[in-house]
């Protein structure tokens, strides 16, 4: 995306590759949201960013690489991380965020099909860890570190478990819906494993 | 399978009904664990059993469901919740026994894509969710009810929301393996979820 491309003009035909391939992950975002991975093809996504089939397979090895890069791009803007300073506050914003993501949009939906696909699809899976769900925790793991720093959290706290109670858990309401997914959890969510559960 | 049957002699010919039942589940029990789903069809299951298609499906409304019922059946002594009196205890004993089913045997793999196909497999879901997921998060809010009681845990927690950290958080490392699923993740687990981890 950083890689310096002498600048062609528009209307000439040509766009440079970085605005390409920001459309073409633009485009594979929305037709993800639209269709679920039941309609998503290469040549779909194609289509709708006026790219040619060659120069999306040039830059993803596959329809699920190219999916997940897709996703992750659509979602990139809700769910930053704030940093305000204040752990509690940053992590009940970002679950609530994610939260409204899964409910109140199709991401819900998609996600769970893209994690349900991968169970049997290696290759998916690879993908989704690779370029969705790996970063999304480091960043996690970042705030939380930093918050132990500042003496907000324990220090003898494992970050990467932190990860699993709180978006493992609403993973969990998503993919086996016993429960629903409300603010009103999420918020719970956050309290319960900042404060604990013992009396 | 309380239903009182007339006892009818073995060697006759005939099993109660009940002991079919119990045969047919632990039938379908093996031959999920064996094959996973791809390999499960209700004619394997009536042959290792020694029981007609037929009788299966007065039982079973779908392939789905035997699957379920054959699984709950197949980890219910794995997954008996302890009640020692000591809640802690008893939470960590229960993860760990979960956290082993799903590495040390073949029913991660199962239960992965269990939950994976019913992603997109609605009849699926609700079989999951109906035989399997809801009783086994009953017994879990039950027990934490209890020690809420007892004086063990806060009385402002929503037990229901404490499954889905305790759980849940087993599940997301299952579905999107990120990290490892390790008896040092299972009792960290339990300790936060216990303490908290604000400082």
Redesign the interface.
């Given at each position: 995306m950083t890689e310096t491309q002498p600048p062609i003009r528009r209307g000439r035909g040509r766009r440079p590759a970085a605005e390409v391939r920001e459309q073409v992950l633009a485009a594979a975002g929305e037709l993800l949201l639209a269709e679920g991975m039941?309609g998503f093809t290469i040549e779909k996504v194609a289509a709708r960013a006026g790219a040619s089939r060659m120069t999306i397979y040039k830059w993803w090895p596959s329809r699920g690489a190219l999916a997940l890069d897709g996703y992750a791009t659509k979602v990139r803007t809700v769910l930053e991380f704030p940093d305000t300073g204040d752990i509690?506050a940053d992590l009940t914003a970002q679950v609530l965020a994610f939260t409204h993501l899964l409910t109140g949009t199709g991401a819900g939906k998609v996600i769970?099909?893209l994690?349900?696909?991968?169970?049997?699809d290696s290759e998916l899976?690879s993908a989704?860890?690779e370029r969705y769900?790996?970063p999304r925790?480091a960043l996690a793991v970042e705030a939380m570190a930093k918050a132990i720093e500042r003496?907000?959290?324990?220090?003898d706290?494992?970050p990467?478990?932190?990860v699993?109670?709180l978006?493992?858990?609403?993973?969990?309401?998503l993919?086996?819906?016993?429960?629903p997914i409300t603010d009103e959890?999420a918020k719970?969510?956050v309290h319960?494993?900042?404060?604990?559960?013992?009396?």
């Open positions: 039941a509690e769970a099909e994690i349900g696909a991968s169970q049997t899976s989704f860890r769900s790996a925790r003496g907000q959290l324990r220090d706290i494992d990467q478990v932190v699993d109670q978006w493992g858990a609403c993973y969990h309401r993919l086996i819906p016993d429960e959890f719970s969510l319960n494993v900042m404060l604990g559960i013992k009396r």
